[in-house]
T-cell receptor, first 114, second 114 residues
Framework: GAGVSQTPSNKVTEKGKYVELRCDPISGHTALYWYRQSLGQGPEFLIYFQGTGAADDSGLPNDRFFAVRPEGSVSTLKIQRTERGDSAVYLC????????????FGPGTRLTVL | GENVEQHPSTLSVQEGDSAVIKCTYSDSASNYFPWYKQELGKGPQLIIDIRSNVGEKKDQRIAVTLNKTAKHFSLHITETQPEDSAVYFCAASINGGSQGNLIFGKGTKLSVKP
């Protein structure tokens, strides 16, 4: 079956601009996670959705970052007033349910802020 | 919060040799420990995981061991092949509650020389 998909695969933007990154989880997965991976580092947690609600957003670095999942499936990560330090690969993962462990990752979106 | 340390950061082995990667964690409440393999330009792919009620788990050439008392776990790859070359990440999480996000180590770049 289809895995987690993310679009776009690459996004180049200018400092100060607004960007949206999309994640399509595995069909039927109720839990969805966003992580950020800087070069040479492991993924760092940003936010976790259980259904439509954000169960844990403690990893969001500041109020420029926001994510939604209005229908409990597709999620969008939104970054306002982008800064050069936001450049990273943004990974999305989904799992069957919050109590089920295995998280399956998408290929990521590489964001470059010039 | 949880902290995961991973060693070594790079590992080079000859084809056919074994490779061992070690991780330690800080939060004794962590109960789920997955290992991911990440190839260049791709998202992390789960290769094996272990839960805190199991001390060892094996899947063909890959095995993971867990020592809860010492709070460390290790990945063992036997009979390494060139296609095992990638970056490997360990992670830990507290599963089953309102959390579920993974805390990753910084990764180990494994090179298998033919």
């Amino acid at each position: 079956g289809a895995g987690v998909s993310q679009t776009p695969s690459n996004k180049v933007t200018e400092k100060g601009k607004y960007v949206e990154l999309r994640c399509d989880p595995i069909s039927g997965h109720t839990a969805l996670y966003w992580y950020r991976q800087s070069l040479g580092q492991g993924p760092e947690f940003l936010i976790y959705f259980q259904g439509t609600g954000a169960a844990d957003d403690s990893g969001l670095p500041n109020d420029r970052f926001f994510a939604v999942r209005p229908e409990g499936s597709v999620s969008t990560l939104k970054i306002q007033r982008t800064e050069r330090g936001d450049s990273a690969v943004y990974l999305c993962a989904s799992s069957l349910a919050h109590s089920t462990d295995t998280q399956y990752f998408g290929p990521g979106t590489r964001l470059t802020v010039l | 919060g949880e902290n995961v340390e991973q060693h070594p950061s790079t590992l080079s082995v000859q084809e056919g040799d074994s490779a061992v990667i070690k991780c330690t964690y800080s939060d004794s409440a962590s109960n789920y420990f997955p290992w991911y393999k990440q190839e260049l330009g791709k998202g992390p792919q789960l290769i094996i995981d272990i839960r805190s009620n199991v001390g060892e788990k094996k899947d063909q050439r890959i095995a993971v061991t867990l020592n809860k008392t010492a709070k460390h776990f290790s990945l063992h790859i036997t009979e390494t092949q060139p296609e095992d070359s990638a970056v490997y990440f360990c992670a830990a999480s507290i599963n089953g509650g309102s959390q579920g996000n993974l805390i990753f180590g910084k990764g180990t770049k494994l090179s298998v020389k033919p």
